[in-house]
């Protein structure tokens, strides 16, 4: 099989797989040639778009999760590439403009160490034989070792392991051939033991749910994603919802909703960056989220309505509490209390704050602002 035969079995599949600041499903940046399905927009954390070409090294694979198209024994037509190959490959198209960085997973085929060796030797051809300085995302697959873990650290901007269930008891049904704390957690916490026992410029890390695959909850979901922010350092867990694959045991489960998606992302940013807790989220009996409102609103209209955050004084934590502010606006309050009093919504407005989410909740100078009652849930 060429290269390319490989390439276009091999990059399309990983387009569900959610990598960098964009979440899963996002739209390829090619449609209509070779490319398609493995280029990707994909937006650097401190905001640069690049493109991205996003593949597997193998879809050869010895595990059988019981989601996932590449499972073992699993019908279709698996390729492999070989470090140099898919190294020269991503080069060529690197050096025609079409790809400024490279996600690179695989399927496990003789073990995670081997498999962890060609992911590394790849990144190192690239860093080395062709000088490549752009971005690089490598896997760390289950049961890869500490030293294979720091070899990867060293040549890539991004290292991620995917978690794909929130504990061990609910992975045991998703894939019952991982082990959750030896096999996958151990490896994301070395990550973190690498950072800060070598003081140095360190890629970040992150993880991947998939989410509604075996009636994990909410509550489960974030409850880890804290755990990892606080103890691993991750960047940012991503959350894919489950959808069917033939052939596979869970073909006849329903696809999980694109909104559970969007309110955990929304959910987990509220723990990486708003100070909340996940006891403080809006979860119901179940342990879910309501997926009609937004989990920031919906705790603001429990605990602010009838007690809004003054604008003028109130401390930075507080002021993050209300909807329509972000981090960034809170700072632009703080620089600007320093100047004066802030006392209508056009005050705020200049400040690039959401004043219609954010008027039911604050008061300006000791006042309630004028706003008008939403009459649909946001
Ligand atoms: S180890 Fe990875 S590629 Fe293999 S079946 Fe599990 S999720 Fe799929």
Redesign the pocket.
Known sequence: MDTLAKFKLLGPPTCFEPAEEVGARQPPARQDDDLAGAIHNAVMPGGKRITLLKTMLTSA?E???AY?????GRDFRRATFSPDELARLFVQLHRKGNAEGLFLSS??AGGGPRIQDRLIATAQILRQRYEFQGYIHLKIM?GAEREQVLAAMRLADRVSV?L?APNAERLARL?PH?AFAEELLKRLCWIEEIRREMPGRWPSSTTQFVVGAVDESDVELLTTTEYLHRQAGIARAYFSSFSPVTDTPLENQPPSSPLREHRLYQSSFLLRDYDFTVEELPFDPGGNLPLESDPKLAWARRHLAYAPVEVNTAARRDLLRVPGIGPKSVERILRERRRGRLRVLTDLRKLRIVTKRAAPFILLDGRRPAHQLSLWPV
């Open positions: 694979c595990r059988d999760c996932c198209p590449f499972r073992q399927g496990l289950p995917n794909e894939a991982k």
